[in-house]
């Protein structure tokens, strides 16, 4: 975390020198990430010797482990709720994909540690404010030092280059509570031109940073040496494979010519006719080391085993996973899972109200109606296979004893119990008013047939 006082004057000269800082500091991390997630893995560094079995094999557990865990988070959308009227901010952000940008950013969050949301307005009539996914490779924001830690600003940097991948310089745009500005650097990081500040009405600082843990760490951060280790054993597994293919033919008590031509003539006959002639005496064998594969077995499970312990994110091809498993035994299983999802959803949750208070902003100078951000209830579902039976009688047992929005809300297949009741609602009334018309024919004698 960047920090600075809070009567620090805030100027693209500023923002310049925590460019130069976070490039320093913090993208060999974030990119040494980004690489394992896209299976660019240390094993695929490692040389030999000319001759040896280098084989380079890249099993991905850390993509594994990102997608499980983002999805895990936030594969169903999430849910506003309040008292008060929030249907025009709901509708905002239903027109800025929210729950796609949702999804994106807490695939950014496991793999980095951290994730970035800048909030801008379109060109449209009215003009409505929109969302977009910052690399953490290139954006940062900067706090104050006091305990609260506000936000003072924010900055993305995109680098340019020519046709043949040179570095020309870096674009770059800072962000604070009432405007931006653009401004350029060198490939040398120094400040070159600045451009003139643009207000916007978000009140904020447009740019948010959403943490994925305490210490900001990715989800696979923690196993990157276990996953090296279950690559190197992979690896190794088939150079022992191929070494035993290629082991040497020990010949004993045998001489196969006098010149070094006469034994390569009688080594290729060898090898084309597959026959070989001995002497009395003479004996062959190949050398060869044995392989203990049981124990190389034990050992891969064990890393593997490892790598989802201390991630905390299960391995679901498991066999303690398959077949017809009840609610609680399940719980116990993903209690690991829960407790890292928990801790993630309460950063996020934090950065999805920072975000409707941006949106509320806007909405405020647009119509001039204030929506309090804090009454706002905010609901993330998880999202794994659900038995449908065990959680209909237990709406059933808990009839008349909790509310039905919140027996219903239990419901996976329910995606919003408000509405869902409302429609029940009006299913009975529709059924209730069709028995009265019967009931009303029946008494009028009308179109009854008499015996």
């Given at each position: 975390m960047f920090t600075i006082s809070p009567s620090t004057e805030i100027s693209a000269e500023l923002a310049a020198r925590f460019v130069k800082?976070?490039?320093?500091?913090?993208?060999?991390?974030?990119a040494r990430l980004k690489n394992y997630y896209e299976g660019k893995h240390d094993i695929l560094k490692r040389e030999k010797d000319v001759g040896l079995s280098n084989n380079k094999v890249v099993i991905n557990h850390a993509a594994y482990i990102a997608n499980i865990s983002s999805g895990y988070l936030t594969g169903n959308p999430v849910s506003y709720k309040s008292e008060a009227d929030i249907e025009p901010l709901v509708d905002l952000l239903k027109k800025a994909d929210a729950s796609t940008q949702d999804a994106d950013l807490a695939l950014d969050g496991a793999i980095y540690g951290r994730m970035f949301e800048l909030i801008y307005m379109d060109n449209g009539e009215p003009a409505r404010p929109k969302l977009a996914k910052a690399d953490p490779l290139g954006a940062f924001v900067v706090y104050d030092n006091t305990v609260q830690h506000n936000e003072l600003f924010g900055?993305?940097?995109?680098?340019?280059?020519?046709?043949d991948d040179k570095l020309k310089g870096y674009d770059c745009m800072l962000y604070t509570a009432d405007h931006k500005q653009s401004f350029r650097l060198d490939g040398r990081l120094l400040l070159v031109s600045v451009d003139e500040p643009q207000e916007h009405h978000f009140g904020l600082v447009p740019l948010l940073e959403i943490w994925n843990s305490p210490i900001c760490s990715g989800d696979f951060e923690a196993v990157?040496?276990?996953?090296?280790?279950?690559?190197?054993?992979?690896?190794?597994r088939i150079n022992d494979k191929e070494q035993f293919v290629d082991a040497l033919l020990v010949i004993i008590g045998q001489v196969f010519g006098d010149s070094d031509e006469e034994k390569s003539e009688t080594f290729r006959a060898v090898k084309r006719n597959r026959l070989l002639e001995l002497?009395?005496?003479?004996?062959?064998?190949?050398?060869?080391?044995q392989l203990d594969e049981s124990a190389v077995e034990i050992l891969r499970k064990a890393i593997k085993e490892d790598i989802h312990t201390i991630s905390m994110?299960?391995?679901?091809?498991?066999?303690?996973?398959s077949g017809n498993t009840s609610g609680v035994a399940m719980a116990?299983?993903?209690?690991a899972f829960e407790m890292m999802a928990k801790v993630k959803e309460r950063f996020f949750k934090e950065g999805l109200r920072y975000r409707l208070r941006c949106f509320a902003n806007v909405l405020s100078v647009q119509r001039g109606s204030r929506i309090d951000v804090d009454e706002i209830e905010i609901t993330m579902s998880r999202t794994l296979p659900a038995n449908n039976t065990e959680l209909a009688q237990m709406v059933a047992t808990l009839a008349d004893q909790v509310?039905?929005?919140?027996?219903?809300?239990?419901?996976?297949?329910?995606?919003?119990a408000e509405k869902e009741l409302e429609r029940l609602a009006a299913e009975k009334q529709q059924a209730a008013k069709l028995q009265s018309d019967l009931f009303s024919l029946d008494s009028d004698g009308d179109d009854l047939i008499e015996e």
């Open positions: 800082k976070h490039n320093e500091k913090a993208v060999p991390r974030l900055v993305t940097y995109t680098p340019d280059r020519d046709f990157i040496e276990l996953i090296d280790a279950y690559n190197t054993l992979a690896s190794d002497s009395e005496g003479g004996s062959a064998q190949f050398l060869t080391r994110v299960p391995d679901f091809s498991d066999e303690k996973f116990y299983k993903l209690f509310s039905n929005e919140t027996l219903i809300s239990q419901l996976p297949f329910v995606e919003d």
